[in-house]
């Protein structure tokens, strides 16, 4: 009996086999991914402060986040996920070539301690940043055993955020960007500096444009990933910064205002394939001129 | 010529290269004049690689000196040194036009963009690589003997004192190689520049170069010109190296002859006649005797020669022009013969002799 399907499948003519093949994923992609979304757009659709869907669209829910202070959340996602890129490209950039081109087998020992750090759950390893940062905690605490320095607590300032959200996103950026640097020859590298190439030549000339592949990626998962997050600005920031995730987390549990929620969260979808489609092709373009200026 | 007068352009004393315990380079003394095609030929793992990549300084010796026009070059990095290497990948740079890889010993010079893109045009030009259609094409789209041009070209456009080559034909097919081989030898004549080639095939050594050093195990064997490598190489590596020849493993009892022992087998030594040789002979020690494939041949009845012996016929393989046999004179005892195509033997025993003169003894 347990033949008979697929001997049933190879009488199929081979397109029908394929479609058939697939149906599993695009069912996944349908439900999972398609569903949701729709929902999500047709309910932002849906007068304010209703839970049904069945109603006359209307833009009513747009027209109340442009009238509200809503931008300034959209700014503030932005500008932590912006930051939190820029800083992970210095941070990680180094670290990733040492891995990639001079620790040899020291680098796996490096990648095994940052993946270790992510079988623990982004939370509670937030919770331990402000462990260490409240007042008197492991910090303050320590400064004013031995030190006798009184400081109060480091949270719920916007650097301590940035730190965390660093923190949290370094293996994003880091992995891609070894995996760009791994794939610039070093024979390629060594020419450079044989040709008269200073080091810094070499980087600029070299190891950056080879190594661009690595660095779109990496900028772009993280990019994606903070401008969403949300417990970061929430553990360690308190209430100084409401990020746009947090925004849409509230409009759904303490308003009670699903479609209000939703028209945020389309927009904020729309926002950020905007600017990640327009970062893809600026850099495809960047290549294109690289190749053809003279 | 008289290259070998020329004044040296490098001195390479007494260097050496340790890699923990392992030696790579032992000892090594030689000089590279200038102006001439400098070959530093050897099997895998004998060293010249390691020796290429201390004398463009991508790696530093430790113990010895290198000098550059009479100047201690030990501790000078690449990018500071008057010479350039051709890399056995090319490494060209991807990311790059032809004109752009050409240039960029340029720009980091920082020669003007005009100056630049003439200098590029010309040198295109003297690599038979048309500037009109090849400046502005990426490098991944080049072939393997255009890749080759273009790196070549980027080198000279660094102005190198000396340029040195690791093994760049390796990756091209027979063919091209060889076409490819005489043009550098033309572009190195034409350009007066300095080469200095690394490469396993003694072959490719002996068509390009002036002068060829022979290198085993982290040391030099021999240094001569290719006409005196082929005429007397020095021992029997040497002998080996330069392609299919025949080393008949001797013991020498007394002057003018020699035992050949012609296997492991309990058969008696063939008792041969040698020449005088410079050689030391009163040892007893073991020798070889070199004899070319060209030089032995088979005798008829009655005909003459200094050495003979019977022989089994086991192969026989197309030269073209030339029939190559393998013949068999104890159970594992093989001698390579090269005869015209026109004194073709379809025989299986035959005699084979050779004339002493033709033969040479050497250390093993």
């Known amino acids: 009996m347990s033949t008979s399907l697929p001997l049933k499948l190879r009488t199929l003519a081979p397109g029908l086999r394929g479609f058939l093949s697939s149906t599993p994923f695009l069912l996944l992609m349908l439900f999972g991914f398609v569903a949701p979304l729709v929902c999500v757009v047709w309910f932002g659709l849906m007068p304010p402060r209703t839970f049904e869907v069945a109603q006359m669209p209307t833009l009513e829910n747009y027209r109340t986040i442009f009238g509200q202070t809503y931008f300034k959340s959209i700014l503030w996602s932005l500008g932590l996920a912006v930051a939190t890129v820029m800083i992970l490209l210095v941070v990680c950039y180094p670290l990733a070539f040492a891995i990639a081109k001079i620790f040899k087998g020291g680098g796996y020992f490096v990648t095994y301690a940052i993946v270790t750090s992510l079988f623990v759950s982004e939370n509670i390893r937030l919770f331990g940043w402000v462990i260490g940062f409240m007042k008197n905690g492991v910090v303050g605490g320590t400064l004013a055993r031995y030190f006798e320095i009184d400081i109060d607590s480091l949270l719920y300032n916007i650097p301590v955020i940035i730190l965390g959200m660093v923190y949290v996103y370094l293996p994003f950026m880091l992995f891609p960007l070894v995996l760009g640097l791994k794939m610039v020859p070093d024979q390629v590298r060594e020419a450079a500096f044989d040709l008269g190439a200073s080091r810094w030549q070499v980087f600029r000339k070299i190891d950056l444009p080879l190594s661009m592949p690595g660095v779109m990626i990496g900028s772009l998962l993280v990019f994606v990933l903070s401008i969403g997050a949300i417990s970061e600005a929430k553990i360690l920031g308190g209430q100084k910064v409401v990020t746009i995730a947090s925004d849409i987390e509230s409009e759904f549990t303490y308003a009670q205002n699903w479609p209000l929620g939703s028209a945020l969260s389309t927009l904020f979808i729309a926002l950020t394939t905007i600017v990640v489609f327009s970062v893809l092709g600026r850099f495809d373009l960047e290549k294109l001129l690289g190749k053809k200026s003279s | ?364």
């Not at chain 2, 046999?325 to 013969?337: K, N, P, Q, R």
């Not at chain 2, 004194?343 to 005699?351: G, K, L, P």
Request: charged share 25%.
């Open chain 2, 1 to 364: 010529m008289l290259l070998s007068t020329a004044p040296p352009i490098m001195e390479v004393s007494g260097v050496t290269k340790r890699f923990d315990r392992f030696t790579a380079v032992d000892d090594v003394t030689f000089e590279i004049h200038d102006g001439e095609f400098f070959t530093l030929v050897g099997p895998s793992g004998s060293g010249k690689t390691t020796l290429l990549r201390m004398l463009v300084g991508m790696e530093k010796p430790s113990s010895g000196e290198l000098r550059l026009r009479g100047k201690r070059i030990n501790d000078l990095s690449p990018n500071k040194r008057p010479t350039c290497m051709v890399f056995q990948s090319l490494a060209l740079f991807p990311h790059m036009t032809v004109g752009q890889n050409v240039e960029f010993p340029m720009t980091i010079r920082g020669v003007s963009g005009g100056d630049r893109r003439t200098r590029s045009w010309e040198l295109l030009n003297l690599l038979h690589l048309n500037p009109e259609q090849y400046y502005r094409k990426n490098v991944t789209q080049c072939s393997g003997g255009e890749r080759q041009r273009v790196a070549l070209a980027r080198a000279l456009a660094y102005d190198p004192d000396i340029l040195f080559f690791d093994e760049p034909l390796s990756a091209i097919d027979a063919q091209l190689r060889k076409v490819l081989q005489k043009e550098l030898k033309d572009i190195q004549r034409r350009t007066k520049k300095t080469f200095c080639y690394v490469t396993h095939s003694l072959e490719e050594a002996m068509v390009m170069s002036d002068r060829v050093a022979i290198l085993r195990k982290g040391s030099i064997e021999q240094i001569a010109t290719p006409d005196e490598i082929y005429a007397s190489p020095k021992n029997a590596f040497v002998a080996e190296f330069m392609g299919e020849v025949n080393l008949l493993s001797i013991t020498i009892p007394g002057d003018g002859v020699a035992h050949w022992h012609t296997g492991r087998n309990a058969m008696p030594p063939i008792t041969v006649k040698i020449p005088a040789s410079a050689v030391p002979v009163e040892d007893g020690a073991a020798r070889k005797l070199l004899i070319r494939p060209e030089s032995l041949r088979f005798i008829a009845p009655g005909e003459a020669a200094d050495n003979s012996v019977p022989v089994r016929i086991l192969n026989e393989f197309s030269l073209g022009s030339r029939i190559q046999y393998h013949v068999g004179v104890a159970a594992d005892c093989t001698l390579i013969v090269e005869r015209l195509r026109e004194e073709r033997t379809t025989a299986t025993e035959a005699v084979l002799g050779w004339d002493t003169r033709d033969s040479q003894v050497l250390e093993s």
